[in-house]
């Protein structure tokens, strides 16, 4: 793959809005790991290696396992491994990620309403699409594992 642009270096102003979105997300109630969950989750389905890689190291030193992360985007057939609070989170991750398939489902957004406060599904929202938003960054502009 061929180096494209640094956004950072490009656009430094567009990067520090991302960042602030960043510093916004590091003191919401939501938990560090469930962030790192939904992170690595929309990484997958994006196809981002740059984000998985960074994610789940980020993950395995919030003291994540090995094992969960291994099975995560086969959660489905894994739900064991993962609490109900986590299996909501997930379903909302995949399908604010996949948005154009169907969106957030009723159901998805009822059921996380059962764990979640307003303002925690708010920052799980905010979470999933400020991922989702590097995750194009890094596709698009070919950051490699390990770079920056």
């Known amino acids: 793959m061929t180096k494209r642009i640094n956004i950072n270096k490009v ?4 990067y520090k809005a991302m960042i602030g979105l960043e510093m916004y997300l590091a003191n919401v109630e939501i938990s560090k790991s469930l962030k790192e969950l939904i992170k690595i989750r929309a990484s997958q389905i994006n196809n981002c290696a740059y984000c998985i890689d ?7 030193k919030n003291g994540e396992t ?3 992360i291994f099975l995560l985007s086969a959660w489905k057939e894994a739900k064991s491994f993962y609490t109900e ?3 909501a989170v997930l379903v909302m991750t995949e399908e ?3 948005i154009s398939q169907n969106g957030l ?3 998805a957004y009822e059921n996380a309403s059962k764990f979640f406060s ?7 929202i905010m979470a999933i699409v400020t991922i989702n938003a590097w995750n194009r960054i890094a596709v698009s502009t070919h950051l490699q594992v390990g770079e920056f």
């Open 11 to 14: 656009a430094p102003q567009a």
């Open 54 to 60: 960074m994610h789940t190291k980020d993950a395995l």
């Open 66 to 68: 090995n094992q969960r």
């Open 85 to 87: 609070e986590e299996q």
């Open 96 to 98: 604010i990620t996949m």
């Open 105 to 107: 489902s009723e159901e």
């Open 118 to 124: 307003e303002t925690q599904i708010a920052e799980i």
